[in-house]
């Protein structure tokens, strides 16, 4: 397939070239950092936002169901790209900066095909994985892939619909494998949390299945309850004598 074409007025370049142009017009200084961001700075907050999860995940009850909807974002950001490689190769379609001169191309010399961005597919199904896992952190994993979509436009090295094929294909792959994901991660994380290993689940003291159980050393959890006013205990033994 020769790429995506249009005929006619192209809302598609139209939004490249309104976004882009503000790449123009932007300090130098700006645009070196639009570049470090939209390259390597999404992706890292991303990463410590995962991080920050997993280690408040440990101290949830039922941290292991938890933990396995964490690991699952990553996951499926790496089945994502993976599925990103054939429909590259099947739509061929450019970088916008060899159909369109004049733009402002902030990372020159890619040479690989635009449909669909691969920023954009991973950060959105690290995105919607926090989502499913974790509401706020999702949140926040959304608006960074937003963002992330932005600035590769901005870069010159996307088209919007680039950007949104990302997402699309993130998403996809983050919800329709969701249920098979738990239902292969709940059990090897479970049975991680009841292991030597269990910190990489759980914190300690915390029941690897939302139930009392095991603390995070191995010994009994003990429920107990509200403590007895002082004196009770030894009113009731003079009752019984």
Same mark, same amino acid.
């Given at each position: 397939?020769?790429?995506?074409?249009?005929?006619?007025?192209?809302?598609?370049?139209?939004?490249?070239?309104?976004?882009? &142009?503000?790449?123009?017009?932007?300090?130098?200084?700006?645009?070196?950092?639009?570049?470090?961001?939209?390259?390597?700075?999404?992706?890292?907050?991303?990463?410590?936002?995962?991080?920050?999860?997993?280690? $408040?995940?440990?101290?949830?009850?039922?941290?292991?169901?938890?933990?396995?909807?964490?690991?699952?974002?990553?996951?499926?950001? &790496?089945?994502?790209?993976?599925?990103?490689?054939?429909?590259? %190769?099947?739509?061929?379609?450019?970088?916008?900066?060899?159909?369109?001169?004049? =733009?402002?191309?902030?990372?020159?010399?890619? *040479?690989?095909? *635009?449909?669909? *961005?691969?920023?954009?597919? =991973? !950060?959105?199904?690290?995105? /919607?994985?926090?989502?499913?896992?974790?509401?706020?952190?999702? =949140?926040?994993?959304?608006?960074?892939?937003?963002?992330?979509?932005?600035?590769?436009?901005?870069?010159?090295?996307?088209?919007?619909?680039?950007?949104?094929?990302?997402?699309?294909? &993130?998403?996809?792959?983050?919800?329709?494998?969701?249920?098979?994901?738990?239902?292969?991660? /709940?059990?090897? !994380?479970?049975?991680?949390?009841? $292991?030597?290993?269990?910190?990489?689940?759980?914190?300690?003291?915390?029941?690897?299945?939302?139930?009392?159980?095991?603390?995070?050393?191995? $010994?009994?959890?003990?429920?107990?309850?509200?403590?007895?006013?002082? &004196?009770? %205990?030894?009113?009731?033994?003079?009752?019984?004598?």
């Amino acid at each position: 397939m020769a790429g995506l074409a249009f005929e006619g007025p192209n809302p598609d370049v139209d939004v490249l070239d309104g976004i882009n &142009g503000l790449a123009k017009d932007a300090p130098h200084w700006v645009n070196k950092a639009m570049e470090y961001i939209g390259e390597y700075g999404i992706i890292a907050a991303l990463a410590v936002l995962c991080l920050i999860a997993w280690w $408040s995940a440990r101290r949830r009850p039922g941290a292991a169901g938890a933990v396995a909807g964490l690991v699952w974002a990553p996951l499926a950001a &790496g089945i994502a790209l993976l599925a990103n490689i054939p429909i590259r %190769e099947f739509v061929e379609r450019p970088r916008p900066f060899k159909d369109h001169a004049g =733009l402002a191309v902030l990372i020159p010399g890619k *040479s690989d095909f *635009s449909f669909v *961005s691969d920023h954009a597919t =991973l !950060t959105m199904a690290v995105g /919607v994985g926090l989502f499913i896992a974790h509401r706020t952190y999702g =949140l926040i994993g959304i608006a960074l892939a937003l963002a992330e979509g932005f600035c590769r436009v901005y870069m010159g090295v996307h088209y919007p619909t680039d950007v949104i094929g990302g997402f699309a294909l &993130g998403t996809a792959v983050a919800l329709l494998l969701a249920p098979l994901a738990q239902a292969l991660l /709940v059990p090897l !994380t479970t049975a991680i949390g009841r $292991s030597k290993a269990y910190w990489l689940v759980r914190a300690p003291g915390v029941p690897v299945d939302g139930r009392p159980g095991q603390d995070g050393e191995g $010994s009994r959890v003990v429920a107990t309850g509200p403590a007895l006013p002082r &004196g009770t %205990e030894e009113r009731d033994k003079d009752l019984a004598a």
